[in-house]
């Protein structure tokens, strides 16, 4: 008991505001004042004046009947609602101030005693320590235990009934918790716990209902700076004295001494205090004021190497729950955390490390004086168009002609790699590189949903990378590629392709289409590619990688456990002559063979895939020659023939192979002779030295090439000026 001399009659008489933080017990209540900035505001530790509630149980310790009760009572009265309160009396000896505080118009106390959950100390050490409302507390106690109310009941058990069963606390002591066990019996499930502690912003302590399991919970994906640590002797000192026994009354059990194991401790430990990092603090208290003696719902993610609870905590706010970590990190105060966040699912990493990103890139709080590492991507602003894609180079990059420049012009076509993907590459043969498993397919994917097709594009950012395909700094052997997303405005083959259309971007903005790259990702033909910190992205990056997360869980492409498909082509183009005319009556079996146009050599001269015969040829047509490369019109009509039927299917009429091991013959797209095509637009002559009997259609071809050398255009023009070609 103390003594009369210590206590002292608060001399202050006015009445303060604030707003409940915790409520230890049935009796007693931390009240914060208003919050200035960052930093955490004041607070005070109320305990209601002239009541004693049951004590909670300490560790170890077995609860007071109807203890849990009456701080659950006082606990979903007054939590996080604004008070006004007075300080009655203070009693130094134990650190504590006495006062009444009101919720509303309505005195806390008189609600406390009247529902019977305290009872009333009629008189205090010294003079003046007691309610200024005694005689109604006093009035409503004894109506309180007429109605047998709070712990006066005396349904028989009640008292019994209300001691909660604790296990033994896991805290300090991971031997008294089965963490493997639990997370195997809850994973994925909701857990109903209320918050006891909060030791730093991304680690609380909580009882898990309805068992009452203490435990420490690590939230799941970020973590908080910490709170430091205070000096080994000065914990132990402050363990021994400290009390929690309400109004200054002794407990009825003795503690137990300090064992010399733990002295032992105290005394050989690091005696030095280590300050909180910074932010610290505010981290602290930003989860103390939404999850502090709250109820919460605990998702348990995983368990690690040490057998710590790793989990998702949510907190109700309104008619709707939060996600805490992902709150801490938006405001700059936890920092996104890899092998925790692993554990969790791929929206919620995703989540958290877009709102990380963006508060390194507003510079809040923790990240105030971040600097971005350097990076090799430059954003692209304003730069959208619409065109037909030409050709499908990989999986990952395009070819589109500009709709606003000239039909048929070489300047039209730009290169378009797709933003924040990564395909498998397509080798190169000149190399002896064969292509990558998936690479063949994933362009084979596109060409048959993109060639000759309309889309919009949406430049993004380029980005410099060195000749060798890693990203470099120097200029002198790098060079820039420019990425950007492209729609698909009519798709034709998707709808089961698993993108979503329309595509919206982070930004907001939407585009009438199917995101191509999006498209990829879905069917296991690439990967998106995990940017760094402050690194240009796609603004569909989302998106991207939750199509990425279904072609995952889908096994589908290059995530199938199954071998990819081997694809073995025969290309002649590198074989010798001798080779080539060995396949010429494999070529000649049939009158017309499907072909799929690879490349456009020269206007006349293609590279062509016949996929019934797995080889690859060079194919001219018969008698009908361009003009060779630099000379005049020779890019305008390897322009047009890239318009026409750049890897397009087509036909072919194989008639004959010449000494360099070119098959020469008639070649159709659409049922269209586009020998006829590029005379039509006077970008190519007949050749009739080839021989007139090997020439299909001759005499239509003489008949056309005539006209058009007679209107004085394009190659008319070229064959009075230049030697014949």
Same mark, same amino acid.
Request: proline share 5%; net charge positive; with cysteine.
């Given at each position: 008991?103390?003594?009369?001399?210590?206590?002292?009659?608060?001399?202050?008489?006015?009445?303060?505001?604030?707003? %409940?933080?915790? %409520?230890?017990?049935?009796?007693? /209540?931390?009240? &914060?004042?208003?919050?200035?900035?960052?930093?955490?505001?004041?607070?005070?530790?109320?305990?209601?004046?002239?009541?004693?509630?049951?004590?909670?149980?300490?560790?170890?310790?077995?609860?007071?009947?109807?203890?849990?009760?009456?701080?659950?009572?006082?606990?979903?009265?007054?939590?996080?609602?604004?008070?006004?309160?007075?300080?009655?009396?203070?009693?130094?000896?134990?650190?504590?101030?006495?006062?009444?505080?009101?919720?509303?118009?309505?005195?806390?106390?008189?609600?406390?005693?009247?529902?019977?959950?305290?009872?009333?100390?009629?008189?205090?050490?010294?003079?003046?320590?007691?309610?200024?409302?005694?005689?109604?507390?006093?009035?409503?106690?004894?109506?309180?235990?007429?109605?047998?109310?709070?712990?006066?009941?005396?349904?028989?058990?009640?008292?019994?009934?209300? *001691?909660?069963?604790?296990?033994?606390?896991?805290?300090?002591?991971?031997?008294?918790?089965?963490?493997?066990?639990?997370?195997?019996?809850?994973?994925?499930?909701? &857990?109903?716990?209320?918050?006891?502690?909060?030791?730093?912003?991304?680690?609380?302590?909580?009882?898990?209902?309805?068992?009452?399991?203490?435990?420490?919970?690590? %939230?799941?994906? *970020?973590?908080?700076?910490?709170?430091?640590?205070?000096?080994?002797?000065?914990?132990?000192?402050?363990?021994?004295?400290?009390?929690?026994?309400?109004?200054?009354?002794?407990?009825?059990?003795?503690?137990?001494?300090?064992?010399?194991?733990?002295?032992?401790?105290?005394?050989?430990?690091?005696?030095?205090?280590?300050?909180?990092?910074?932010?610290?603090?505010?981290?602290?208290?930003?989860?103390?004021?939404?999850?502090?003696?709250?109820? %919460?719902?605990?998702?348990?993610? !995983?368990?690690?190497?040490?057998?710590? /609870?790793?989990?998702?905590?949510?907190?109700?706010?309104?008619?709707?729950?939060?996600?805490?970590?992902?709150?801490?990190?938006?405001?700059?105060?936890?920092?996104?955390?890899?092998?925790?966040?692993?554990?969790?699912?791929?929206?919620?990493?995703?989540?958290?490390?877009?709102?990380?990103?963006?508060?390194?890139?507003?510079?809040?709080?923790?990240?105030?004086?971040?600097?971005?590492?350097?990076?090799?991507?430059?954003?692209?602003?304003?730069?959208?168009?619409?065109?037909?894609?030409?050709?499908?180079?990989?999986?990952?990059?395009? *070819?589109?002609?500009?709709?606003?420049?000239?039909?048929?012009?070489? /300047?039209?076509?730009?290169?378009?790699?797709?933003?924040?993907?990564?395909?498998?590459?397509?080798?190169?043969?000149?190399?002896?590189?064969?292509?990558?498993?998936?690479?063949?397919?994933?362009?084979?994917?596109?060409?048959?949903?993109?060639?000759?097709?309309?889309?919009?594009?949406? &430049?993004?950012?380029?980005?410099?990378?060195?000749?060798?395909?890693?990203?470099?700094?120097?200029?002198?052997? #790098?060079?820039?590629?420019?990425?950007?997303?492209?729609?698909?405005?009519?798709?034709?083959?998707?709808?089961?392709?698993?993108?979503?259309?329309?595509? *919206?971007?982070?930004?907001?903005?939407?585009?009438?289409?199917?995101?191509?790259?999006?498209?990829?990702?879905?069917?296991?033909?690439?990967?998106?590619?995990?940017?760094?910190?402050?690194?240009?992205?796609?603004?569909?990056?989302?998106?991207?990688?939750?199509?990425?997360?279904?072609?995952?869980?889908?096994?589908? !492409?290059?995530?199938?456990?199954?071998?990819?498909?081997?694809?073995?082509? $025969?290309?002649?183009?590198?074989?010798?002559?001798?080779?080539?005319?060995?396949?010429?009556?494999?070529?000649?079996?049939?009158?017309?063979?499907?072909?799929?146009?690879?490349?456009?050599?020269?206007?006349?001269?293609?590279?062509?895939?016949?996929?019934?015969?797995?080889?690859?040829?060079?194919? #001219?047509?018969?008698?009908?020659?361009?003009? !060779?490369?630099?000379?005049?019109?020779?890019?305008?009509?390897?322009?047009?023939?890239?318009?026409?039927?750049?890897?397009?299917?087509?036909?072919?009429?194989?008639?004959?192979?010449?000494?360099?091991?070119?098959? /020469?013959?008639?070649?159709?797209?659409?049922?269209?002779? &586009?020998?006829?095509?590029?005379?039509?637009?006077?970008?190519?002559?007949?050749?009739?030295?080839?021989?007139?009997?090997?020439?299909?259609?001759?005499?239509?071809?003489?008949?056309?090439?005539?006209?058009?050398?007679?209107? $004085?255009?394009?190659?008319?023009?070229?064959?009075?000026?230049?030697?014949?070609?």
């Amino acid at each position: 008991m103390a003594s009369s001399s210590s206590s002292t009659v608060a001399g202050a008489t006015g009445w303060l505001r604030g707003k %409940v933080k915790a %409520v230890p017990s049935g009796d007693c /209540l931390v009240i &914060m004042g208003n919050s200035k900035g960052d930093s955490p505001p004041p607070e005070r530790t109320i305990t209601l004046s002239s009541l004693i509630a049951p004590r909670l149980a300490r560790r170890g310790g077995v609860d007071e009947p109807f203890a849990w009760d009456s701080r659950e009572y006082l606990r979903k009265l007054c939590i996080g609602k604004e008070v006004t309160f007075r300080v009655d009396y203070t009693v130094p000896s134990i650190g504590r101030e006495f006062g009444s505080v009101f919720l509303g118009d309505k005195n806390v106390s008189v609600l406390v005693v009247s529902e019977g959950w305290a009872r009333v100390r009629e008189t205090g050490q010294q003079k003046g320590e007691v309610s200024p409302v005694l005689a109604e507390l006093l009035r409503l106690e004894e109506q309180a235990k007429q109605q047998c109310l709070g712990r006066w009941s005396k349904t028989p058990g009640a008292s019994e009934l209300s *001691i909660r069963n604790l296990p033994p606390s896991a805290i300090g002591d991971p031997s008294n918790l089965d963490a493997m066990g639990l997370l195997n019996a809850n994973k994925g499930r909701a &857990m109903q716990g209320i918050v006891e502690q909060v030791r730093d912003g991304s680690t609380i302590r909580v009882y898990l209902l309805p068992e009452f399991q203490f435990v420490q919970v690590f %939230v799941a994906g *970020i973590q908080a700076p910490s709170m430091g640590r205070r000096a080994a002797a000065e914990a132990i000192v402050e363990t021994e004295l400290a009390s929690d026994e309400p109004n200054g009354e002794g407990s009825a059990e003795t503690r137990p001494a300090l064992t010399s194991a733990q002295r032992l401790a105290a005394s050989t430990a690091s005696s030095y205090e280590v300050a909180p990092e910074p932010f610290g603090k505010e981290a602290k208290h930003f989860t103390e004021i939404r999850v502090l003696h709250r109820e %919460v719902r605990i998702v348990l993610e !995983g368990v690690d190497k040490f057998g710590n /609870l790793i989990g998702s905590v949510y907190y109700p706010d309104g008619e709707s729950a939060k996600d805490l970590a992902l709150e801490l990190v938006e405001s700059g105060l936890a920092k996104y955390l890899e092998w925790s966040a692993s554990m969790m699912e791929e929206d919620a990493k995703r989540r958290l490390k877009s709102a990380e990103l963006q508060a390194k890139k507003n510079r809040l709080r923790f990240w105030t004086n971040y600097v971005p590492p350097p990076t090799n991507s430059k954003a692209i602003h304003d730069q959208n168009f619409t065109g037909k894609v030409v050709e499908v180079v990989s999986g990952d990059c395009i *070819i589109v002609a500009d709709d606003s420049l000239p039909f048929g012009s070489p /300047l039209a076509e730009r290169r378009v790699n797709l933003s924040s993907i990564r395909c498998p590459k397509m080798g190169n043969p000149r190399r002896d590189e064969r292509p990558a498993p998936y690479a063949r397919e994933a362009r084979e994917f596109l060409r048959t949903r993109l060639i000759g097709q309309q889309v919009n594009v949406s &430049m993004e950012y380029s980005r410099k990378v060195g000749l060798a395909d890693g990203p470099t700094t120097a200029s002198a052997d #790098s060079r820039v590629m420019d990425f950007g997303s492209v729609f698909l405005v009519s798709p034709t083959k998707v709808e089961a392709d698993g993108a979503s259309t329309p595509a *919206i971007s982070t930004a907001g903005s939407q585009h009438a289409g199917v995101n191509v790259a999006e498209l990829v990702v879905a069917r296991g033909f690439g990967t998106v590619i995990r940017h760094r910190d402050f690194e240009e992205r796609s603004n569909y990056y989302d998106a991207l990688l939750a199509a990425e997360s279904r072609a995952i869980s889908g096994r589908k !492409g290059i995530h199938s456990a199954k071998d990819p498909p081997v694809m073995h082509i $025969t290309d002649l183009l590198m074989a010798s002559a001798k080779k080539a005319k060995d396949f010429l009556p494999f070529l000649q079996r049939v009158r017309r063979m499907p072909a799929i146009v690879e490349y456009v050599l020269s206007g006349h001269r293609f590279k062509l895939l016949i996929p019934k015969e797995t080889c690859s040829i060079a194919f #001219s047509f018969s008698g009908v020659r361009c003009p !060779g490369r630099d000379e005049p019109f020779s890019d305008e009509a390897i322009a047009l023939m890239r318009r026409k039927i750049m890897q397009r299917d087509v036909e072919i009429e194989v008639e004959t192979v010449d000494r360099t091991g070119t098959f /020469l013959g008639s070649l159709w797209e659409a049922k269209t002779n &586009m020998a006829v095509t590029l005379l039509e637009a006077g970008l190519a002559k007949l050749q009739t030295s080839f021989g007139s009997d090997r020439i299909p259609m001759l005499t239509f071809l003489l008949r056309l090439s005539s006209l058009r050398k007679s209107k $004085t255009k394009n190659m008319g023009k070229l064959c009075r000026r230049r030697r014949s070609f």
